[in-house]
């Protein structure tokens, strides 16, 4: 079993919609946890850091579960900028991150 | 700030040659890392460094070597290619916890 495990997708959406994302971590002792946004063939780039009261920042919102091992992404009001992939990382020990594989959203105009 | 900059950004190698990405990063940070990325695999990591002059083994250092003699660089080497390290290759750097990518390194081994 994988690590970080998240649904590749892709998940295919129309402007303007709400889409959400699930990752589940198996490291119960996961410290820390991030979204990344990765278009093709670039490098990956922080979204959001994921807190455990939830946080949002503008139509991104990242929800953090202990108790089932989730995190949780959600967009709001899609965008066709918005289409990537999003990773899922939760770290593993001291500054070892380990990341999902990735979950492909196109926003269909 | 140029950020974290990788060189080459693209490398075809015959199987048995020998070569070395650069990573070098202006931020200050004490930690960087070295990534490969793989379809169907998600991003791993290969080695890391907490500091100038320390390197550890990530999750898949096989056949792989690194080297951190300034702060600002971290170099990953390949002693002897094979075709199994057909891959894009990433360097991140981070200060703490959030991680910052260098645009990455295509290489094929032939």
């Known amino acids: 079993r994988k690590e970080v495990e998240q649904d590749p997708g892709p998940f295919n959406v129309p402007e303007g919609a709400t889409v959400a994302f699930n990752c589940t971590y198996s490291n119960s002792a996961s410290q820390s946890f991030f979204w990344y946004r990765q278009d093709c063939r670039k490098e990956p780039k922080l979204l959001m850091s994921?807190?455990?009261s939830g946080n949002e920042d503008g139509r991104f919102t990242a929800q953090l579960n202990r108790a089932s091992q989730y995190i949780s992404l959600l967009i709001r009001d899609s965008k066709l900028s918005d289409s990537a992939t999003y990773l899922c990382?939760?770290?593993?020990?001291?500054?070892?991150?380990?990341f999902g594989t990735g979950t492909r959203l196109k926003v269909l105009a | 700030n140029a950020g974290v900059t990788q060189t080459p950004k693209f490398r075809v190698l015959k199987t048995g040659q020998s070569m070395t990405l650069l990573c070098a990063q202006d931020m200050n940070h004490e930690y960087m890392y070295w990534y490969r990325q793989d379809p169907g695999m998600g991003l791993r990591l290969i080695h890391y460094s907490v500091g100038e002059g320390t390197t550890a083994k990530g999750e898949v250092p096989d056949g792989y070597n690194v080297s951190r003699l300034k702060k600002q660089n971290f170099l990953l080497g390949l002693e002897s290619a094979a075709p199994s390290q057909t891959s894009v290759y990433f360097c991140?750097?981070?200060?703490?916890?959030?991680?910052?990518f260098g645009p990455g390194t295509r290489l094929l081994v032939l």
């Open positions: 994921v807190y455990s």
């Open positions: 990382v939760a770290t593993s020990g001291t500054y070892k991150y380990i």
């Open positions: 991140a750097s981070s200060p703490e916890e959030t991680q910052y």
